[in-house]
């Protein structure tokens, strides 16, 4: 199967064209081989000019070669690899023959510069095995790995130094981020805890997942690819995983900032990811109510946004100059406490929720819905979208809202007691647009 004919491999949407001269369609078809060929050579000379270009300003003889060497190896292995059709130990012998050549650049390469790194060599392997990758392998596949090599060679000193962030609790949190996801969520019952608890082990973990996710791509982002920007970043990403919790750090920040300004502006940011972190939440766990609250949600984040870029064009006018948080502590979100507090939060809402709904309707579950958002409202909106209560989308929806209506209240008023006092003006500026426009929508839907 190894040494199948090319056109038992080689797919049709790449070597199959459409053009379209004067209104007539013309359709050409290319042989197999003739592609194979192209893209072979075009692979090649392209991961050969970068591993020229990476080593630019290195001494001549770092390398073993230059672009056109390893086109050529691209090249030879097109040639063993079409040549040898039922043939498999033509091929194999030219990988040989190709890694004893690398091996004695190797060896020379220890000898004379006592340098023992093999990056070159492997590019000069995989140059050699493009071949039957492209003939064998869809084009995305091909494409990825190609890509992949260039993005690698080419920031070499960029991963030395996001590598350097690292210390022993990243990978312990690494480890514990799989087993949430990969180890406990499989092994849990897709099965209701009770007639009333409307929601499965499953669920409730599938949920703790998803936030823990969300939260560990913002802390990422934050620790290691903008450990030291602005307020403005901060707002961005901590309003993946709490915008209240990133509204406090930045409010008590604020007070010793010559400008409130920027910090008024991340902290609406912050409630902007808000919305579009419940939208993503509803699209998951509920699609049809996540496509009832896009229009709102999606605005709501858009207006916020707006909000937050007119706070910081003004702050910037009035001061002239952009403060940077420098050494902000980053927080990690997997703590197992947390994700369990989640959990345990998660089945209380679900058993209170459908009390309310049962006794009181929806009317009760709106006063709940305003309740509960003095706290973190993530679980109990998770239970609204997992949940199986007898109440409609647009009853759904109006609870939502209402719960981040009175989270933003709150929050407003953590940055009034937190911040300064130059704060105050401008956080009440940006909030008041994004809350008059969630009451206007509670009062047209109600």
């Given at each position: 199967?190894?040494?199948?004919?090319?056109?038992?491999?080689?797919?049709?949407?790449?070597?199959?064209f459409t053009i379209t001269m004067n209104g007539i369609p013309w359709h050409i078809d290319l042989p197999p081989a003739l592609m194979l060929f192209v893209l072979t050579l075009v692979f090649s000379l392209l991961l050969g000019l970068e591993l020229r270009q990476h080593y630019r300003n290195e001494p001549p003889g770092t390398l073993y070669g230059t672009d056109r060497t390893l086109t050529f190896i691209g090249l030879l292995g097109y040639v063993l690899y079409v040549t040898g059709y039922g043939k498999p130990w033509v091929y194999l012998a030219g990988l040989l023959v190709v890694a004893a050549f690398l091996l004695v650049y190797y060896v020379e390469k220890i000898r004379s510069r006592k340098q023992y790194g093999i990056t070159t060599i492997l590019v000069g392997l995989l140059t050699y095995g493009l071949a039957p990758l492209i003939d064998t392998q869809p084009l995305w596949l091909v494409v990825a790995l190609v890509v992949a090599v260039l993005i690698l060679v080419e920031r070499k000193s960029y991963l030395r130094r996001l590598t350097g962030r690292f210390d022993e609790d990243e990978f312990?949190?690494?480890?514990?981020?799989?087993?949430?996801?990969?180890?406990?969520?499989?092994?849990?019952?897709?099965?209701?805890?009770?007639?009333?608890?409307?929601?499965?082990?499953?669920?409730?973990?599938?949920?703790?997942?998803?936030?823990?996710?969300?939260?560990?791509?913002?802390?990422?982002i934050r620790r290691f690819i903008y450990p030291r920007q602005?307020?403005?970043?901060?707002?961005?990403?901590?309003?993946?995983?709490?915008?209240?919790?990133?509204?406090?750090?930045?409010?008590?920040?604020?007070?010793?900032?010559?400008?409130?300004?920027?910090?008024?502006?991340?902290?609406?940011?912050?409630?902007?990811?808000?919305?579009?972190?419940?939208?993503?939440?509803?699209?998951?766990?509920?699609?049809?109510?996540?496509?009832?609250?896009?229009?709102?949600?999606?605005?709501?984040?858009?207006?916020?946004?707006?909000?937050?870029?007119?706070?910081?064009?003004?702050?910037?006018?009035?001061?002239?100059?952009?403060?940077?948080?420098?050494?902000?502590?980053?927080?990690?979100?997997?703590?197992?406490?947390?994700?369990?507090?989640?959990?345990?939060?998660?089945?209380?809402?679900?058993?209170?929720?459908?009390?309310?709904?049962?006794?009181?309707?929806?009317?009760?579950?709106?006063?709940l819905s305003f309740v509960v958002g003095v706290t973190d409202i993530d679980p109990f909106l998770l239970s609204l979208f997992t949940g199986k209560y007898a109440i409609g989308l647009s009853v759904l929806a109006g609870a939502t809202l209402m719960a981040t209506l009175s989270n933003n209240l709150m929050k407003a008023g953590y940055a009034l007691w937190f911040g300064s006092r130059d704060l105050r003006k401008p956080v009440l500026a940006g909030f008041a647009p994004v809350i008059l426009a969630q009451v206007l929508w509670l009062l047209i839907n109600a």
């Open positions: 199967m190894f040494f199948c004919p090319m056109s038992c491999y080689f797919r049709p949407e790449i070597r199959n312990i949190t690494l480890a514990k981020f799989l087993l949430i996801s990969g180890v406990i969520l499989p092994l849990l019952p897709d099965r209701p805890l009770a007639p009333q608890i409307p929601v499965s082990p499953f669920r409730i973990w599938a949920a703790v997942t998803v936030i823990s996710g969300i939260s560990y791509a913002g802390y990422l602005g307020p403005l970043i901060t707002g961005l990403l901590g309003g993946l995983y709490s915008s209240t919790a990133t509204g406090i750090v930045l409010a008590k920040r604020s007070r010793e900032a010559a400008d409130p300004y920027p910090y008024a502006s991340a902290i609406v940011l912050a409630t902007g990811m808000m919305f579009v972190r419940i939208w993503v939440l509803a699209r998951i766990f509920n699609p049809p109510a996540g496509h009832v609250l896009s229009l709102p949600l999606l605005n709501l984040a858009a207006l916020a946004a707006l909000s937050a870029w007119l706070l910081e064009r003004y702050g910037r006018r009035r001061m002239k100059t952009a403060e940077k948080i420098n050494g902000t502590q980053v927080n990690n979100p997997l703590e197992f406490r947390t994700a369990l507090l989640f959990a345990l939060l998660f089945v209380v809402f679900s058993l209170i929720t459908e009390y309310v709904v049962t006794h009181f309707g929806y009317k009760g579950l709106h006063l």
